[in-house]
């Protein structure tokens, strides 16, 4: 059973039309399999407006199958997945894509061969490209390191910079709910801490909800105004990010014994 450090707030009865009480995205009881292994349990997890939320959790703890069980791949066999009051659980994958949703997977997955300027074109193909030269100049503003490789191949591009253009390309759909899936990995703490602060500021700044999978415990919680704990496919822990920060049991696990 999940020990809730704070109750957030829930929505009441069919959720038919959003309000500011009802989740933006509400994950009730999934159940994910791969073959006959259950790689989640029975998941709930609450996203509501204007919020960053972390899942936090080990690697195999379930993490990016969430992600990928929320965008349709792989399908949930149980349980339901809400967004904006709309049950999205078998909808097929381009038209969650449709409905303002954007993810940046793990593993980056950009287009190695296109340019950067071609990578973020194919993330404004979603929208339509009604807002493209608009949302190209907010990307470059966020990333000034994309605008000096506009020509470069993603290919070519360092692991940073490959994070910034896979985040940017998800951005230029003009997303209502911005999905990350281990956007530190790999990476420097200098260039890090560059991903945490654009991903602070987009949530400042145009209150963009984001949904944030990470291995980096100490930094996810400290930017997220709430955490769940996964563990084993099941959700072990949720509360504020500030107070999962001070759990002993959650700096034993991901905090290298307390030490950051």
Excluded: C, W
């Excluded at 929505?11 to 959003?18: F, K, Q, R």
């Excluded at 209502?176 to 260039?191: F, K």
């Excluded at 209150?207 to 959700?235: D, I, P, S, W």
């Amino acid at each position: 059973m999940s020990d809730t450090l704070t109750t957030a707030p829930r929505s009441a009865g069919a959720p038919l039309a959003p309000t500011d009480a009802t989740p933006m995205l509400a994950v009730r009881g999934v159940k994910t399999f791969y073959g006959n292994i259950m790689a989640l349990k029975g998941v709930d997890v609450d996203v509501h407006r204007g919020e960053i939320v972390t899942l936090i959790g080990s690697n195999g703890a379930g993490k990016s199958t969430l992600m990928m069980t929320i965008f349709g791949q792989p399908r949930a066999r149980e349980g339901q997945i809400l967004y904006e009051g709309r049950d999205i659980t078998q909808m097929p994958t381009h038209e969650i894509a449709h409905l303002k949703i954007a993810q940046s997977p793990e593993g980056r997955r950009i287009f190695p061969r296109m340019t950067v300027f071609e990578n973020l074109q194919m993330g404004a193909s979603v929208d339509g490209f009604a807002h493209f030269e608009q949302d190209l100049e907010k990307v470059f503003v966020l990333f000034p390191r994309l605008k000096e490789r506009i020509n470069q191949r993603g290919g070519t591009l360092s692991g940073g910079e490959q994070q910034m253009l896979a985040i940017g390309r998800a951005l230029m759909s003009r997303p209502r709910l911005l999905m990350l899936d281990e956007p530190s990995l790999g990476l420097a703490p200098l260039i890090v801490k560059q991903i945490f602060d654009a991903i602070r500021e987009l949530n400042r700044a145009e209150g963009l909800t984001v949904f944030l999978v990470e291995q980096n415990a100490f930094h996810a919680l400290k930017l997220a105004h709430r955490g769940y704990v996964l563990v084993n496919g099941l959700v072990t822990l949720s509360g504020e990010g500030r107070e999962l920060l001070e759990r002993p049991e959650v700096r034993a696990a991901y905090l290298e014994g307390g030490k950051h």
